[in-house]
């Protein structure tokens, strides 16, 4: 079975640009949540998806955005990038969003870098 | 709100000796919680998590962690270190009750492993 899957891999954007991030969740899995891993830090959580609603958001600014889709496949926008948003970005999916189906799973990032 | 601490920054033992990283965690309640390992350029790999019920857990890779209510600690051991193993671990803690699937994790401990 493919594992979570994020596109693209590797991204270098300029300060002030709009930048989408793509993320596939393991196939049955319907929840979908998105970490930021500044280089030396553990990842820090900004939203979580389920079943296409918002269940959770972190503590970013409006600047972020997400959604999720009826295929459960999921989009990360980050608008007005600041070069402080130069990062690993992660997707994690989950069958559910409680219970013993709680552990979720890491796709391999996208590194966004911001000049 | 929740919190992880991971003490030990980096660690450095030989190939063959045995291995604990620690860490402690502030939550209200019996929290979820999770041992997570990231390989350069990697995303992350789950190891192994406690829910419920016996305190000391079994992962992959030959690596277990005990959970101790009365430290708030979830420490992670392995009797025999291999050159493989050198990487970075992350201790997370998740809600057991309501908040979605949000994992909080520490700040990492870099393994380094002399051969």
């Known amino acids: 079975d493919a594992g979570v899957t994020q596109s693209p891999t590797h991204l270098i954007k300029t300060r002030g640009q709009q930048v989408t991030l793509r993320c596939s969740p393991i196939?049955?899995?319907?929840?979908v949540s998105w970490y930021q891993q500044v280089l030396g830090q553990g990842p820090q959580f900004i939203f979580q998806?389920?079943?296409?609603?918002?269940?959770g958001r972190g503590n970013f600014p409006d600047r972020f955005s997400a959604r999720q889709f009826p295929n459960y496949s999921s989009e990360l926008n980050v608008n007005a990038l600041l070069l402080g948003d130069s990062a690993l970005y992660l997707c994690?999916?989950?069958?559910?969003?409680?219970?013993?189906?709680?552990?979720?799973?890491f796709g391999p990032g996208t590194r966004l870098t911001v000049t | 709100a929740q919190s992880v601490t991971q003490p030990d920054i980096h660690i450095t033992v030989s190939e063959g000796a045995s291995l604990e990283l620690r860490c402690n965690y502030s939550?209200?309640?019996?929290?979820?919680l999770f041992w997570y390992v990231q390989s350069p350029g990697q995303g992350l790999q789950l190891l192994l998590k406690?829910?419920?019920?016996?305190?000391l857990v079994q992962g992959i890779k030959g690596f277990e962690a005990e959970f101790k209510r009365s430290q708030s600690s979830f420490n992670l051991r392995k009797p025999s270190v291999h050159w493989s193993d050198a990487a970075e671990y992350f201790c997370?803690?998740?809600?057991?009750?309501?908040?979605?699937?949000?994992?909080?994790f520490g700040t990492g401990t870099q393994l380094k492993v002399e051969l």
């Open positions: 196939s049955g899995h319907k929840s």
């Open positions: 994690a999916s989950s069958l559910t969003e409680g219970g013993s189906t709680y552990e979720q799973y």
């Open positions: 939550y209200g309640a019996t929290p979820y």
């Open positions: 998806y389920y079943e296409k609603e918002e269940r």
């Open positions: 997370a803690v998740g809600p057991s009750k309501g908040g979605g699937n949000k994992l909080t």
């Open positions: 406690y829910f419920s019920g016996d305190t």
